[in-house]
């Protein structure tokens, strides 16, 4: 089995993608570590034990850094080490900018960035003591905007560029960090139907996730791959797009010039549902892309 001989922590894990990622990579061969804030998590490790794989569970949040260092602490004595972590909890919320409510967004940025800083600080405190080991964070191709879920879309971007530097912070000391930004049928998107009709079982995701976090992936680090079961592919990079005007000072007629003529046709579709702002439809100021 790919997975034999590997302890996997895994948070979020009582229901959705975190559950099916459990199941599976047990099925694989993985010790498998369950983190959630719903005490439904230990079902799920039983469940695993009572089908002959090995999982053990605990109950509390991410939020809280101690817990997160308990979790490690606690996956360490029960299977001896920490192999890899998939941070998978998060939380949605649909609204408006201007009609979000203040601890809707709080809750959204504390569980989506903040837990998955404090569990990586946790985890990956271990791995550079323990001789390296895999980070493999939950994105959203969202992360590039989302109407009506900015809160959400602005945590899942934070989660790419978490990945992006702490592949480079880990490179020196064996640790590799990935993201996925999957599309399957979850309790979010069903509160999603119409972004995501037709969602895939959970489960069908989790092949890319053993294989991330296997020994066959090795050299693979700072990439966020967005899979929907069916298609594979990769998310870019945020990087400067050319061209590049130059000139020795800008006035405000240059700005509207360059913007105006060579940098028109570069303007970007916002989102990856192809979404562009209607003014700039009408006017004729993104290209077909």
Request: charged share 20%; hydrophobic share 40%.
């Amino acid at each position: 089995m790919e997975l034999t001989g590997k302890t996997v922590l895994i948070t979020g894990a009582a229901r959705g993608l975190g559950e099916a990622f459990a199941i599976e990579l047990a099925k694989d061969g993985a010790e498998v570590f369950l983190a959630d804030v719903g005490s439904a998590v230990t079902e799920v490790a039983a469940r695993i034990e009572s089908n002959g794989g090995r999982a053990e569970a605990m109950v509390g949040s991410i939020v809280e850094y101690a817990f997160c260092d308990d979790v490690v602490a606690a996956c360490v004595s029960r299977f001896g080490k920490v192999d890899a972590v998939v941070n998978n909890a998060g939380l949605i919320h649909e609204a408006y900018f201007w009609e979000d409510d203040p601890e809707a967004m709080r809750a959204i940025v504390e569980v989506n960035v903040l837990g998955t800083m404090n569990m990586g600080r946790a985890t990956g405190a271990y791995m550079k003591d323990h001789g390296g080991g895999v980070i493999l964070n939950v994105s959203s191709d969202g992360g590039g905007g989302m109407p009506q879920y900015s809160a959400y879309a602005a945590s899942k971007g934070a989660i790419s560029s978490l990945t992006y530097s702490w592949a480079l912070d880990g490179d020196d000391h064996d640790i590799r960090v990935n993201a996925i930004a999957p599309f399957a049928r979850t309790h979010m998107s069903l509160l999603t139907p119409s972004l995501a009709p037709n969602p895939p079982d959970p489960a069908l995701i989790a092949p890319l996730v053993t294989y991330l976090v296997s020994d066959r992936s090795e050299g693979i680090s700072g990439q966020v791959f967005r899979f929907t079961s069916t298609e594979l592919g990769l998310l870019q990079h945020p990087r400067l797009k050319e061209p590049t005007l130059k000139k020795d000072r800008w006035n405000t007629a240059d700005i509207r010039e360059a913007i105006d003529g060579e940098l028109s046709e570069h303007l970007e579709i916002v989102s990856s549902l192809g979404w562009r702002p209607s003014r700039m439809r009408d006017s004729g100021r993104v290209a077909e892309q």
